[in-house]
């Protein structure tokens, strides 16, 4: 009888193991569906932190307003941000300034430049979203803004102590791209490969892509290298030329693979999402073309588009309508059928964000922040699923860029803060 009992309990025991290993093994399985239904991780932003950066310390109020000093880029690693600020005056004069600061502190580690910089609104992005940051080697690469009558240069800094590692002095205001580990630069019309660790050329062309004229590889930012490939617009014939870097140390003349006639003026940057590329256009607020078959496979006409990326997320592509309403859409990113909309009524002032299946977009109204108009900001936090809006928060000024990091939300304004905000629980 005894032997039978244990025999029981053991039985017992062993399907209530099993049971909980199937529970988990079925929670592994559906992670991505049990997060849908979960509560949203980030909450109402709530601040606890205000930094001012550097150039605007020991200056009256109305000198910094004057100026619109501000971070542009900026990169958050730990207690430290590594950051490339500027002005927009006035009266014109414009500066950059690239340095670290201590986060807890809120003490400069350390600067380079400034460079007085002439720029307008496209190139205003182009310019300063050039800054990376690999973290494992401590380094930092960076393009000074070409000052009006100065030589510039690509730098690689040690991130820890602002030391130039190496330097290259630049034609033109350049653009930095890697793709995967490897490290190219577009200056003027040369293309180059560097080394990251010496600055050395390990390839180096003139792209005149014959027969057509380009002012520029980096010509308003409209050169992108994507998973192997280089794109690069034409202005003047309204044309997209894709290049496989693999192929053009064996064409060197003409290495065009692909010439894509858009008819149309580029706004944004390019999206890839499996042989799909999509972009927005000043009539057209979205276009998809498949690159297979090198035809439109459909587009949005109902507004136009925006400098900003669009976002891939799951079987929709997400963008932003500037000119009808000023909406945010999801579209099926292989139909274009409308899957929801949200109207804003504003602009959008910085590339969109997903982060943990939640959305973040910054908006602003359109007085012209030049003018010295308050404008009024927002960043809202959306459910890409549905298009739910789960919070829309004021920001003190207007938004120029923001990150999602350790629950955290930066947002750099143009009052010449850095603001930091807990999004959690």
Request: glycine residues 4%; hydrophobic residues 40%.
């Given at each position: 009888m005894?032997?039978?009992n244990m025999a029981?309990n053991?039985?017992k025991?062993?399907?209530y193991?099993?049971?909980?290993?199937?529970?988990l093994?079925?929670?592994i399985v559906h992670l991505?569906l049990?997060?849908i239904?979960?509560k949203?991780t980030?909450?109402?932003?709530?601040l606890?932190?205000?930094?001012?950066i550097?150039y605007?310390?020991?200056?009256?109020?109305?000198?910094?307003?004057?100026e619109r000093h501000?971070?542009c880029s900026f990169?958050?690693?730990n207690?430290?941000?590594?950051?490339?600020?500027?002005t927009?005056?006035l009266?014109?004069?414009?500066?950059?300034?690239l340095f670290a600061?201590?986060m807890n502190?809120?003490?400069?580690?350390?600067?380079?430049w400034p460079?007085?910089i002439?720029?307008?609104?496209?190139?205003?992005?182009?310019?300063f979203?050039?800054?990376y940051?690999?973290?494992i080697n401590d380094?930092?690469?960076v393009?000074?803004p070409k000052?009006?009558e100065k030589?510039?240069y690509?730098?690689?800094?040690?991130?820890?102590?602002?030391e130039?590692?190496?330097?290259?002095p630049?034609s033109?205001n350049?653009k930095i791209?890697?793709?995967?580990?490897?490290?190219?630069?577009?200056?003027?019309?040369?293309?180059?490969?560097?080394?990251?660790?010496?600055?050395?050329?390990y390839?180096?062309?003139?792209?005149p892509?014959?027969?057509?004229?380009?002012?520029?590889?980096?010509?308003?930012?409209r050169?992108?290298?994507?998973?192997?490939?280089l794109?690069?617009?034409?202005?003047?014939?309204?044309?997209l030329l894709?290049?496989?870097?693999?192929?053009?140390?064996?064409n060197?003349?003409?290495?065009?693979?692909?010439?894509i006639?858009?008819?149309?003026?580029?706004?944004?940057?390019l999206?890839l999402?499996?042989?799909i590329?999509?972009?927005?256009?000043?009539?057209k607020a979205?276009?998809?073309w498949d690159l297979?078959k090198n035809?439109?496979?459909w587009?949005y006409?109902?507004?136009?588009?925006?400098y900003?990326?669009?976002?891939?997320?799951k079987?929709?592509?997400?963008?932003?309508?500037?000119?009808?309403g000023?909406?945010l859409i999801?579209?099926?990113?292989?139909t274009g059928e409308?899957?929801?909309?949200?109207e804003f009524n504003?602009d959008?002032?910085t590339?969109?964000?997903?982060?943990d299946?939640?959305l973040f977009?910054?908006?602003?109204d359109?007085?012209n922040?030049l003018?010295?108009?308050?404008?009024?900001?927002y960043?809202?936090?959306i459910?890409?699923?549905?298009?739910?809006?789960i919070?829309?928060?004021?920001?003190?000024?207007?938004?120029?860029?923001?990150?999602i990091l350790?629950?955290?939300?930066y947002c750099?304004c143009?009052?010449?803060?850095?603001?930091?905000?807990?999004i959690?629980?």
């Amino acid at each position: 009888m005894g032997d039978a009992n244990m025999a029981i309990n053991f039985k017992k025991r062993a399907l209530y193991i099993i049971s909980i290993m199937l529970v988990l093994l079925l929670i592994i399985v559906h992670l991505d569906l049990l997060k849908i239904y979960c509560k949203y991780t980030y909450y109402e932003p709530v601040l606890i932190k205000k930094i001012s950066i550097p150039y605007n310390k020991n200056k009256s109020i109305e000198k910094v307003f004057a100026e619109r000093h501000h971070i542009c880029s900026f990169i958050v690693d730990n207690d430290k941000i590594y950051a490339i600020s500027c002005t927009q005056r006035l009266n014109g004069g414009n500066r950059s300034l690239l340095f670290a600061l201590d986060m807890n502190s809120g003490k400069e580690i350390w600067r380079m430049w400034p460079t007085r910089i002439r720029f307008k609104g496209v190139d205003y992005i182009n310019y300063f979203s050039n800054l990376y940051f690999d973290k494992i080697n401590d380094r930092l690469f960076v393009l000074e803004p070409k000052p009006k009558e100065k030589p510039s240069y690509f730098y690689s800094i040690k991130a820890s102590t602002g030391e130039i590692i190496w330097k290259y002095p630049l034609s033109y205001n350049g653009k930095i791209f890697f793709d995967g580990d490897k490290l190219y630069l577009t200056d003027g019309s040369n293309f180059m490969k560097f080394d990251p660790d010496t600055g050395g050329i390990y390839e180096a062309y003139q792209m005149p892509f014959q027969p057509y004229r380009i002012y520029s590889l980096n010509n308003y930012g409209r050169t992108f290298i994507i998973d192997g490939k280089l794109f690069a617009y034409c202005e003047e014939e309204q044309e997209l030329l894709i290049v496989n870097l693999d192929d053009i140390s064996m064409n060197p003349i003409d290495p065009v693979t692909l010439r894509i006639k858009i008819n149309e003026y580029i706004l944004s940057s390019l999206v890839l999402d499996d042989n799909i590329l999509y972009f927005s256009t000043t009539d057209k607020a979205m276009i998809a073309w498949d690159l297979s078959k090198n035809k439109k496979l459909w587009e949005y006409t109902e507004g136009g588009g925006t400098y900003y990326s669009p976002i891939i997320y799951k079987n929709s592509v997400i963008f932003y309508d500037e000119r009808y309403g000023r909406s945010l859409i999801a579209a099926d990113k292989k139909t274009g059928e409308i899957r929801w909309d949200i109207e804003f009524n504003l602009d959008l002032s910085t590339s969109m964000v997903i982060e943990d299946q939640t959305l973040f977009i910054a908006i602003t109204d359109d007085k012209n922040p030049l003018a010295n108009l308050k404008v009024t900001s927002y960043i809202c936090a959306i459910n890409p699923n549905n298009g739910e809006v789960i919070w829309k928060f004021k920001a003190e000024d207007e938004i120029i860029s923001f990150k999602i990091l350790n629950d955290k939300l930066y947002c750099s304004c143009i009052d010449g803060y850095l603001y930091i905000y807990r999004i959690s629980n």
